[in-house]
């Protein structure tokens, strides 16, 4: 069994260092507490109408950490191929996992499942700490209701991340192109403001970001509303899932053919 | 003799580590864009909630209106100061993850000189980001920006200064002694970063992260810089004040710490990976 193996390593590295997670936890809490005291300070307090009446949701806090926490986990599988193949690159160690009987495909969904769940549990931790800080009241409803969406949104960042996959072994270091797409997707999916503010073609172009609809659907039900009246954005979630699986695994068997050719490389 | 040793030195880790940063040049436009990133959402987060470029209740907390401005304040005081923190801290770090830090300390140059050419190739990099933000930001963002207003508040700039060197120091000293400096590192550039008022004014925070805040010194340099950006010196005397105080005493713990460490590190050893 391959894929616990891969998991289990990747979570005794991590957990191995107890400073490691302590200082994952405290970045993850720093970048929301930045942008939501900062919209508290301009906003005078925490209620918005103008973003109340763009997506139905005004009070910001809430707003902001349902959509932060989904943008975490949604960049989690990039980073675990970004990051996680080129650790092992660069500790000599990726040549030495092909060569292994396993699948490499085995391996690197190992490597971001391992990477979404870890994510998924230090943004559990801070979504409670922000839930707290900020006084959002949870209920047990909204949560039991919430998980089927946050399932399904977890499938579709995964089938969106494999298209780094592919990219990664070809290219070796985007670790500064990651990066730059990760801030592109703060700011297409309407993480920390309504997309209101974009222009209209802006508005349809993030429609393509799993997280837009993600964070969309959680945020309406935090605010009471029923599946049925947010099967538009189910329903783009559940096309999003199986086209980006296609593109990210069409992508991973062109860049495994080149790189086959050209080599693997260490650094 | 001496001197101009320790200054071909200094100029020598310098241009090492300006060449290691040009070697992952995508790093740079990333870093670039990390400023758009920050101002950006700045605006588009004071839009989405207001539909106003001016917030009242900013004004009521800082004086500034326009939180496009006030952000990008701060964030210019929060690059430049981060400098020196990340200069001292990561040129240890660096050496020690590449294995050459016991190398470059037994060299025949001293240990401040190894820091301020890394911390120097930092602050070039930091005045290329500001000669390309300040424009741009302008142009973009529409800053009402006075540049003799901002030329007139770089001496309390310079004073905060002091005191970002000698908490780099101490980092730095503590860092010597970690095997795995990085979370170290992490937690403590997260803690500047929160509590240095760069995008809201500390007044906003719980009581005990404004007593934080105070205490280092980001945010009291970006409080007083603000201060004199908006209007002028007579009205900062109180800010400029416990800045200097503050600096003085940053200046002499770092460098102690870090003396102290090192004369430590000295007995027990420096580690590598």
Known sequence: MILPAVIEKEFRMFFRYPL?????????????????????AVL???Y??????????GDYPTYALIGYVLWWVSVSPMEAYVWGVRRELQRGTFEMNILSPARILELLSGLAVSWLLM????MGIVFLIGALIFDIPLTFTIILKSIPIILASLLAFLGFGFIFAGLVMLLKNIGPFAQIFEFGM?????????LSVMPKWLVSFSKLFPLTHAASAV???FVGKTYAEIQGEIVWLLFLIPLYWAAGYLIFKWAEKITRVVGYGGY | MGVTNELRALYGVAVKSWRIFLSYRVWFISDVMFGFFFVGQALLIGMGLTGERNSPALQQLTGYSDYVTFAVLGFMVLGFGLTFLSGFVWSVVDELYAGTLEYSFAAPIRRLTFFLGNVLTRIFLSLIYMAIYVPLFVVLFDIQFNPFNFIKALPVLFVGTVGMIGMGMAAAGIVLYLKDPGPFITILEMLVFALSGAMYPISILPKGLQIMAKILPYAPTSEAVRKVVAYGYEKAVGEISYLVGLSLIYAILGYLGYKWSEKQARTVGLKSY
Not at chain 1, 48 to 57: C, D, K, P, V, W
Not at chain 1, 186 to 194: I, K, N, Q
């Open chain 1, 186 to 194: 703060l700011f297409f999916s309407g993480v920390f403001f309504p």
């Open chain 1, 219 to 221: 945020r309406a039900i």
């Open chain 1, 119 to 122: 994510d998924s549990a230090l």
């Open chain 1, 48 to 57: 918005s109408q103008l973003l109340a009446s763009s997506t139905g949701m």
């Open chain 1, 20 to 40: 490691r997670v302590i200082s994952s936890i405290l970045v993850g809490l720093v970048f929301l507490l930045q942008f939501v005291f900062f919209g508290q």
């Open chain 1, 44 to 46: 005078g307090g925490r």
